[in-house]
């Protein structure tokens, strides 16, 4: 069974940063293409960030460039995202998301919620 698990949501200032963790369980990072979403309330799914295991590279979407670093952790079949310089229009639900880059099955983890404000 197949789990991705997101950690490390919660509330912070503008300006603040959080660091977001995607734990995999009967999947692996290292020949994938893993991805963040984030959904805000009543907009669409949006992708955040991307990464492609091995060759490492990653795709930013513009509203973050700059500002967030996606990576991953083989050894301990994780992702991250690190969040700085946040805005308040970064509040929203991120979600991992998982494609196996053999199989091109694909996962969703359940989410976990930032929230920028003062």
């Known amino acids: 069974q197949v789990r991705l698990v997101e950690s490390g949501g919660g509330l912070v200032q503008p300006g603040g940063s959080l660091r977001l963790s995607c734990a995999a369980s009967?999947?692996?990072?290292?020949?994938?293409?893993a991805s963040w979403f984030r959904q805000a309330p009543g907009k669409e799914r949006e992708l955040v960030a991307r990464?492609?295991?091995?060759?490492?590279?990653?795709t930013y979407a513009d509203s973050v460039k700059g500002r967030f670093t996606i990576s991953r952790d083989n050894a301990r079949n994780t992702m991250f995202l690190q969040m700085n310089s946040l805005k308040p229009e970064d509040t929203a639900m991120y979600y991992c998301?998982?494609?196996?880059?053999?199989?091109?099955?694909?996962?969703w983890g359940q989410g976990t919620q930032v929230i920028v404000s003062s």
């Open positions: 998301h998982g494609r196996n880059s053999a199989s091109w099955s694909a996962y």
């Open positions: 009967g999947f692996t990072f290292s020949n994938s293409v």
């Open positions: 990464i492609i295991t091995p060759s490492g590279g990653t």
